[in-house]
């Protein structure tokens, strides 16, 4: 196969000419010592974006999920989060290898929590009881294939939150989508958390990083542990560069992302043993359940494959495809064609 088209996800992306001379071009120093001005730059723009204090760097989006979670938290304690939330499900539970603390798990409406179902399982410490200290909000929500979670109902969360004097962490890997899905600025997003996490590495397309963002206290803190797990970078203005293009660059274009995915979504729903709601299709992610008479899900794939199609199985009966800089609508069109090819 000459070309795939991979749909598989957005942190495919490959950087782009402009990432890859600011990279050559970068103005670096040792980043633990506080001395790369490049870092120092994308950590002030990004802390400027959410409307908040402070940034720091992150290796990943899991290490900054990681960091915020072990920042806010102490042990004996627990963390709310959300059934399907990429924290709890696809972090290899840092949540209680790293900071010891306990999920505890609440269903959703396509990833928002019900604020009384929130409320109900805010506990108060007791010799008995862990303190709820935290509660994780994800917009947008990967595994409900991209859903924006209203404003509204994280404004609910916030109040709920304020009422009990417990923290807000949003896990914003994908909070430029949600932006572009409602038009609702990121710093309203952003408000509705004490911290937020983005990732320069899906829809952005820098080749690594992830931005984490909050008060001043909890970003020196969140410095300090980063440090404590060997995520202190040295020269890493080299890498800080490219999401500096991606902030400056890259943000416009990820609406593109949300428009080919519903494009997608609307073409292939009809076709014999997909399972899907193109309504449901806000952003960038398609996840359909497959249940098809001649074929497996990993057959299904095989045969995508065999045609230049890569996707991603991410339970027993779904599939997710994953639109970003590097599938055009030609990629979709291929994609279409595939389905018809091999479904019908
Ligand atoms: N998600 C990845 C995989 O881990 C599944 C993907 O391909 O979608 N929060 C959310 C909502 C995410 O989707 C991801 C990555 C992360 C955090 C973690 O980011 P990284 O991969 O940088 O650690």
């Given at each position: 196969m000459d070309k795939y088209s991979d749909f598989r996800s957005d942190t495919v992306t490959r950087p782009t000419p402009n990432m890859r001379k600011a990279m050559a071009e970068a103005i670096v120093g040792d980043d633990v010592l506080g001395d790369d001005p490049t870092v120092q730059k994308l950590e002030e723009m990004s802390a400027g974006m959410m409307g908040k204090d402070a940034a720091v760097?992150?290796?990943?989006?899991t290490m900054g999920n990681?960091?915020?979670?072990?920042?806010?938290?102490?042990?004996?304690?627990?963390?709310?989060?959300?059934?399907?939330?990429?924290?709890?499900?696809?972090?290899?539970?840092?949540?209680?290898?790293?900071?010891?603390?306990?999920?505890?798990?609440?269903?959703s409406n396509r990833g928002a929590m019900d604020p009384d179902d929130i409320e109900k399982n805010i506990r108060k410490s007791s010799v008995h009881i862990p303190k709820t200290s935290l509660i994780c909000v994800e917009n947008t929500h990967n595994n409900?294939?991209?859903?924006?979670?209203?404003?509204?109902?994280?404004?609910?969360?916030?109040?709920?939150?304020?009422?009990?004097?417990?923290?807000?962490?949003?896990?914003?890997?994908?909070?430029?989508?949600?932006?572009?899905?409602?038009?609702?600025?990121v710093k309203d997003y952003a408000a509705i958390a004490d911290?937020?996490?983005?990732?320069?590495?899906k829809g952005l397309s820098a080749p690594i990083g992830s931005m984490l963002i909050g008060p001043r206290e909890f970003i020196d803190m969140a410095r300090r542990v980063r440090k404590a797990l060997g995520g202190g970078m040295r020269q890493v203005g080299i890498i800080a560069a490219a999401g500096l293009v991606a902030l400056t660059e890259m943000v416009d274009r990820i609406q593109e992302d949300n428009i080919r995915a519903k494009k997608l979504a609307l073409a292939i729903a009809g076709f014999p043993g997909i399972k899907l709601e193109p309504e449901f299709i806000?952003?960038?992610?398609?996840?359909?359940?497959?249940?098809?008479?001649?074929?497996?899900?990993?057959?299904?794939?095989?045969?995508?494959?065999?045609?230049?199609?890569l996707a991603l199985q991410v339970s027993k009966k779904e599939i997710r495809f994953v639109t970003h800089k590097d599938v055009d609508d030609e990629d979709v069109d291929r994609a279409i064609s595939a389905f018809r090819a091999i479904l019908t």
């Open positions: 760097f992150m290796p990943s989006g990681s960091v915020a979670i072990k920042a806010w938290t102490r042990e004996l304690e627990e963390v709310i989060v959300e059934a399907k939330s990429h924290i709890y499900n696809m972090e290899s539970t840092h949540m209680t290898f790293i900071s010891r603390v306990l999920p505890r798990v609440l269903n409900w294939s991209g859903a924006v979670v209203p404003l509204d109902n994280l404004k609910e969360i916030r109040k709920i939150a304020d009422k009990h004097e417990i923290k807000v962490h949003l896990d914003g890997a994908r909070i430029f989508n949600a932006s572009h899905a409602t038009k609702i600025p911290s937020v996490m983005f990732c320069l590495s806000q952003t960038n992610i398609v996840i359909f359940g497959f249940n098809h008479p001649r074929l497996t899900v990993s057959e299904f794939l095989n045969r995508l494959n065999e045609r230049g199609i």
